[in-house]
């Protein structure tokens, strides 16, 4: 991996390990997403794992998270912070959301949090993700993105989390 991009991870790593936790608190963000004890949770573009843990954790034992992420920077990190924490429920796969290779209609929950742009074709990444959610699923969102009307409704808004429901 050229060095720029190891780089550019790090200051992520740094800022999101340090500086983000100051102002942010990844249960208040998690349960506006609707994650609830039990659920089977897929996290889209992890990152550096601020919310993986968290997720892991509120879901507890009976539940299962997944982590998808691009980077295969990401992918070390995040499963070495798993360890570390010995948490035993999260999995984490290198992965394009677009074409993640998994069974249909597998998660509750499915979140999008500081992903700005996917890698990929976006109407792409929305199939994929409805065809992912459990039927009557949830896709939680923060920031910007929509997902299409016709496979997703919109159930909540709390803060710059955006809920929606599985249609179809």
């Given at each position: 991996?050229?060095?720029?991009?190891?780089?550019?991870?790090?200051?992520?790593?740094?800022?999101?390990?340090?500086l983000?936790?100051?102002?942010?608190?990844?249960?208040?963000?998690?349960?506006?997403?609707?994650?609830?004890?039990?659920?089977?949770?897929?996290?889209?573009?992890?990152?550096?794992?601020?919310?993986?843990?968290?997720?892991?954790?509120?879901?507890?034992?009976?539940?299962?998270?997944?982590?998808?992420?691009v980077?295969?920077?990401?992918?070390?990190?995040?499963?070495?912070?798993?360890?570390?924490?010995?948490?035993?429920?999260?999995?984490?796969?290198?992965?394009?959301?677009?074409?993640?290779?998994?069974?249909?209609?597998g998660?509750?929950?499915?979140?999008?949090?500081?992903?700005?742009?996917?890698?990929?074709?976006?109407?792409?990444?929305?199939?994929?993700?409805?065809?992912?959610?459990?039927?009557?699923?949830?896709?939680?969102?923060?920031?910007?993105?929509?997902?299409?009307?016709?496979?997703?409704?919109?159930?909540?808004?709390?803060?710059?989390?955006?809920?929606y429901?599985?249609?179809?």
């Open positions: 991996m050229p060095h720029a991009n190891r780089m550019s991870f790090r200051m992520m790593s740094f800022i999101h390990e340090t983000y936790g100051l102002f942010r608190n990844p249960d208040t963000a998690l349960n506006a997403a609707g994650l609830e004890l039990g659920q089977e949770v897929l996290e889209v573009g992890c990152g550096p794992g601020f919310f993986t843990v968290p997720a892991a954790r509120i879901v507890g034992e009976a539940g299962m998270v997944l982590s998808l992420d980077n295969p920077l990401a992918v070390e990190h995040v499963q070495r912070k798993i360890d570390r924490e010995g948490v035993s429920n999260v999995k984490i796969m290198l992965s394009n959301v677009t074409q993640t290779g998994l069974p249909g209609q998660f509750d929950v499915a979140f999008l949090f500081g992903l700005a742009r996917p890698v990929g074709n976006m109407d792409t990444m929305w199939s994929e993700l409805h065809r992912l959610l459990k039927p009557e699923g949830t896709l939680s969102i923060e920031g910007r993105l929509r997902p299409p009307k016709d496979l997703f409704e919109p159930v909540r808004r709390q803060g710059r989390i955006s809920r429901r599985k249609l179809g």
